[in-house]
């Protein structure tokens, strides 16, 4: 059985940092791209990041560019979001994803998706 488990969320300050990991367990990480999106009450879920199964290539939204990093640590079997500079509008709940296929995981497609991990900043 495929698990997808987030884990770093928290509470922080507007300027804060975090890092937000994933955990791919029952399935080698290096199968599939991986993603990150993030969804706030009434609203869908949005992308945020993503990254392919070399580590060569990393795609973000126009929010976080710049804040964000997504990085791969294929011996831990996980893939990390180092968010810095952050904002109360990043508030949300994280959530982590993985598809064979670049493309459908960039527009929200997954086999597999995690519980989340909630992400406050205060003001």
């Known amino acids: 059985q495929v698990q997808v488990m987030e884990s770093g969320g928290g509470l922080v300050e507007t300027g804060g940092s975090l890092r937000l990991s994933c955990s791919l367990l029952?399935?080698?990480?290096?199968?599939?791209?991986m993603g990150w999106f993030r969804q706030t009450p009434g609203k869908g879920r949005e992308f945020v990041s993503a990254?392919?199964?070399?580590?060569?290539?990393?795609e973000y939204a126009n929010a976080v560019r710049g804040r964000f990093t997504i990085s791969r640590v294929k011996m831990r079997n996980t893939v990390s979001l180092d968010m810095h500079s952050l904002k109360p509008e990043d508030t949300a709940v994280y959530f982590c994803?993985?598809?064979?296929?670049?493309?459908?995981?960039?527009?929200?497609?997954?086999?597999?998706w995690g519980q989340g991990t909630q992400v406050t900043v205060s003001p």
């Open positions: 029952g399935r080698s990480l290096e199968i599939d791209h």
């Open positions: 994803a993985a598809n064979p296929t670049f493309s459908l995981l960039l527009t929200g497609h997954s086999n597999y």
């Open positions: 990254i392919d199964r070399d580590g060569g290539r990393a």
